[in-house]
């Protein structure tokens, strides 16, 4: 469906609803940096990156998922991530590299599900912005606590942790009314595991936006002596929907921050260095 035939939809019948189909909650393709802030607030770039993922209803089911891409009709198969299916492309130094790789173009998948079929949708990427590069600048990262600002490695277990950000000042309305450009906050424990997500659409859970400035972080997702991974990501879409299902091409960037908690661990529940990345975006090249 195109924007243009979507949009008189919506003007001729306001009461259309986006989820007739029971097994997919939205595809996205997208290509993203990812950054890395250090302790005295300066940000380092870490890699260029394409990924395609497909995410899924409570019970959804989807037999079998591919994506070419606009410079192959060849189709790569999507792997289960455990959360999502997922399909990642290289990763590379610069923004150019990854376009001579993945230009602009249109991404086609290919996925079979009991509610819709065997179909095909096609994700068009398309990079708008006259700054030449269609990723948003890489967001920086501040954190709080009790109304006071707090180092990285100086988190209190006790209190409730704030996350803020730089402007999104990329960030729009959708015109469509699908989705707003969508912030991402997530944070891992030592060990990679994500312990808190600050939501996505579609799911009937609360979930970040442009507008949005902070997400809060509760202590009790906090272990003294422990190290914590941290990402903030911004997220421009282009949404579109066929077979009634939600698709995004993303233009996305994310900054990654290491946290410690301070405070003496009970037992044997200190974990003070990260032993395992919860993102492969934290890749160092």
């Not at 030449?132 to 967001?139: D, E, T």
């Not at 501040?142 to 704030?162: K, N, T």
């Amino acid at each position: 469906m195109t924007k243009t035939l979507a949009f008189l939809i919506s003007i001729l019948s306001p009461t259309m609803t986006i989820a007739q189909q029971s097994d997919i909650t939205f595809i996205v393709a997208g290509k993203t940096s990812n950054h890395h802030q250090q302790l005295d607030g300066s940000i380092e770039t870490l890699n260029f990156h394409f990924f395609a993922e497909i995410f899924l209803q409570p019970n959804g089911i989807v037999s079998t998922a591919s994506i070419s891409t606009a410079l192959s009709s060849q189709q790569v198969d999507f792997s289960d991530s455990g959360y999502a299916l997922e399909m990642h492309g290289g990763r590379y130094k610069t923004e150019e590299e990854l376009e001579a790789n993945y230009p602009d173009g249109n991404y086609m998948f290919y996925y079979t599900a009991p509610s819709i079929g065997t179909v095909n949708q096609s994700v068009a990427m398309t990079n708008t912005r006259s700054s030449g590069s269609g990723l948003p600048a890489a967001p920086k990262i501040y954190l709080s606590q009790a109304g006071q600002a707090v180092l990285p490695d100086q988190i209190d277990p006790d209190l409730d942790l704030i996350v803020s950000w730089s402007d999104f000042s990329e960030g729009q309305r959708d015109p469509l009314g699908i989705v707003d450009d969508l912030l991402f906050v997530i944070m891992a424990n030592c060990q990679g595991e994500r312990i808190a997500h600050s939501g996505r659409p579609f799911e009937n859970t609360p979930y970040l936006t442009h507008a949005d400035d902070s997400y809060v972080i509760e202590a009790d997702r906090l272990n003294a002596e422990n190290a914590y991974q941290l990402s903030v990501e911004h997220a421009i879409l282009e949404t579109s929907i066929e077979h009634d299902v939600p698709a995004f091409a993303t233009f996305a960037t994310t900054t990654f921050l290491e946290l410690k908690t301070t405070g003496s661990a009970i037992r044997n529940s200190a974990c003070p260095t990260i032993l395992e990345n919860f993102d492969a975006g934290q890749t160092i090249l």
